[in-house]
């Protein structure tokens, strides 16, 4: 009797002993442990194509504020345009002795990082691209469909124009060979096929230069004075085709779309006040957050890099003046302040 | 009858630029519709403004014997950087003197580096127009690309016409008015010349050729600050990548295509017209005929050769210019 309850005492204090703690390793959640012991001190570069214009200083704002959160170190390099400088820093970064453990490039064109992005697999670093796609199996491609993003500025432009209009469209692309623009134009012509009544009676480029933008578009306007609308590949230069369209006083009769990542003074401020007639945004946040995302993913993933190509394609949105919401666009000096912790 | 001869038998390189400039907008005129219609008429023009603006101030450098690759640094980054004081609320009365100082700075720094420090004019400004870019970038400017404030007189100044025509088609003419009064009939002008042909002929005979050469350099860098503002005007924005782009090139293209030689001395505004109207024709044509930038850039540098090919052999090296060397 006294040995049955010394043992039932002693059961009941093991199953209060046990009890607690099974409820301790209930409460203690081992992700945090795997996701710290993954994300911690380790390396994100980016390397833009120059680091002074919307979209890189939006990415830069966020992933600045993302990587150092989970206690990584973020870098990034700035080719300021230059191709060449481009491919030296990320040749620098692979051979460095801090290698980063994720690399994002924003290529200039389909070919010329393809060779030094693989090399950077082969030394073990993920390599993301963003927003200009390459001939290479990135660990991830995250940004706009660049076909689709045209297709939605040929319907856009089909609609402004509307069925009554000369159905007249000029192009003013950008180069012949970055991406962006050559695929811009695939999706544009596609939806024109399906439009046989409507027309791009010229296509120039601008080379991304404004003033040449402005040059090209006031010879188009002159060329075809009853043209009714025109897509502009960016943002960064369309401001010099919406100067030609002021300039010829036809702001009323042409219908100018362009696509940026939609930040409040490149693009809602110049939708509000009718320098652009649409914007197809490529969503600069959303884009951003998934990028954050396959970071964290990647570097938890324990995979090899270059095992699984992937894309991370942004849900686009065409902003017009009359569908524009205070979301609609960002701020950048709004992200800045977010990563500088004010 | 024999002077007659031997007088249609010299060709300069200005009349060949002319008459190729003639020849083209007269097939032009003819197989282009809309070609000929004024307006595009005054967009070619308008095309060339700025750029000829450019090449005056290059012109006056080069006639001088020297060459000014920060032009274009100097052009984007000065007025970006009046922008970007502008938007911080600088008031204008403040922010363009601070900008116009900067400009007059880098100018004389450009003059007294070549002049007295004699550094080569083509690795001083090269280094100059570098640094122009990085530390207006790096340090005053937060983006490549700045808006002119809204309702300021820049962006007032773009809106402006006459007849229908542009205001810095008037500003380029003013520009080449006053910079062809000055080479021709002021002291300092001619001085242009003759510090161009021979400087040390000119030093020995008590001309003051270096602190002339450093308000070569001046000027041409107030030109590019007056350009700049143009290209705000009409543009809304100052974007500074076209450091980046081509138009320096353009801008020496003009100035050497219309014929003044780059060994120094020789040329006047002129040239910059004739090479200007050529190059305005040429772009409007092809942008017309729907040539890809590609092949344009193609086109222009292969005139560009075959202009430098006929100054070396219009204008060969004399004695002088081979002991002194030139640019």
Known sequence: ??????????????????????????????????????????????????????????????????????????????????????????????????????????????????????????????????????NFKADAYVGGDWTELGRLEAEAVIKGCGANSSKKIGLVQGDETNATSLFQYAGIMEVMKQHPDFQVVAKPDSNWDATTSRTVTTTMLQQHPDMCGIIDFWDGDATGAAAAIRDAGKMKQIYLVTTGGGEETTDCKLLGDGTFSAVVSTELVNESEAMVAMIKYLLQSGQKPGTTPTYIYTLLSTITKDNMKPRSCWSLKGLQAIAEGK | MTTSVRKSVVVSQERIVLALAILLFVIAALTLRGFIAPDNLISIVRSVSVLGILALGMAIVIIGRGIDLSAVAIMAMSVAWYLQMLRAGTPDALALPIALGGVLVIGLANGFLIAYADVPAIFATLASGAFVFGFVRSQLIAQDAIPVPAGHWVEVLGGIRYAGIPIEVFIFAAIAFATFLFLRYTKWGRYVYYAGDNPVAARNVGIPVRPMLMLRYVVSALIAFIAGLLTAASLHWMNTRVVNSTLLYDIILVAVIGGIGLSGGKGGVRNVLFGAALIGIMSNVMTILDIQVLIQNLIKATILLAAIIIDGLINPRDEQTSQQGDI
């Open chain 1, 1 to 134: 009797m006294k040995y049955l309850k010394m043992i039932m005492a002693a059961a009941a204090a093991l199953t209060i002993v046990l009890g607690v703690n099974v409820h301790k390793a209930s409460a203690a959640d081992p992700g945090p442990m795997q996701y710290a012991k993954a994300l911690k001190g380790k390396r994100v570069m980016l390397v833009p194509m120059a680091t002074g214009f919307d979209l890189a200083q939006g990415w830069m704002a966020i992933l600045k504020h993302e990587v150092e959160g989970f206690g990584g170190i973020f870098e990034t390099r700035d080719p300021n345009w230059k191709v060449e400088a481009g491919a030296q820093a990320i040749t620098e970064a692979i051979s460095s002795e801090n290698k980063p453990d994720v690399l994002i490039a924003m290529p200039f064109d389909l070919n010329s990082y393809s060779k030094l992005l693989s090399r950077a697999q082969k030394e073990g670093i993920y390599v993301i691209l963003i927003d200009n796609p390459a």
